[in-house]
């Protein structure tokens, strides 16, 4: 069961971001023994093999602009390091209601503008989109290493709508910036010991495996399709984060 779930959360991270969703219930459900922190750094590990599978298979077809990844990949890499740094300072009952909102003006806005994403602006990268960048992947990346949910869609939703993105476009690009923070977490978790590496080569392998098939359907039914998916997700996800704000459940 825990594969089945860990392919359908590399399937949703693939397309659309916030397979963690899916994931990270399941492998809390299986091992209510261990520390919330070794359930992370196992999930981490998985993402982290399913994003590189979606990467390699968008780089095919998706034309990625290294003049505004790379400067936003740093950024979102250090501040990911930070945001692990400050979890204990921050506490979860701030971060959580703040995200809230943000997702559901997301979402009311994705619905109200029907074009949003559906054509790829040939944006020249200057020195503003550049900072834009920047900053874009520093918030978003101490989010990551803070607290976490939603990220991805975060990512995607930013690309879109900042840099005149596609939603597929910026699905393979929010995949990369990922790949950015999944790398600064597992190197808190790892040397920590907060990894179970038996059970993450196999959430690794479904994750890889639901992660291509999630790819494929991207790239075969496009934008459109990827923008009904990112609605749906943000549904489930205002949902259950209103059920944990309001009291109703952990």
Known sequence: ?????????GLIDAAV??????????????????????????????????NLASI???????????????????????FAFLGAWSVSLIPKSVMEPVVFVILVAMAVYTFARKDLGQTHAKLAIGTRQVIQGLLLGGLIGFYDGLFGPGSGSLLLFA??????FDFLN????????????FTAALMFFIPSGNVLWAVGGLVCLSNMAGSL?????ALRYGSGFIRVFFLILLVFLIG?????IFGITD
């Open 1 to 9: 069961m825990l594969a089945v779930f860990a392919f359908f959360g």
């Open 17 to 50: 971001g916030g397979g963690g969703l899916v994931q990270v219930p399941a492998l809390l459900h299986a091992f209510p023994q261990q520390s919330v922190a070794t359930v992370l750094g196992t999930n981490k590990l998985a993402v982290l093999a399913g």
């Open 56 to 78: 390699f298979s968008y780089a095919k077809r998706i034309q990625i602009v290294w003049k505004l990844m790379l400067p936003t990949m740093l950024s979102a890499f250090l």
């Open 159 to 164: 690309f879109v709508k900042c840099f005149g």
């Open 170 to 181: 910026a699905s393979a690009s929010a995949k990369l910036v990922n790949l950015a923070t």
């Open 213 to 217: 098939t999630g790819t494929v359907l």
């Open 240 to 244: 259950r984060m209103a059920l944990s």
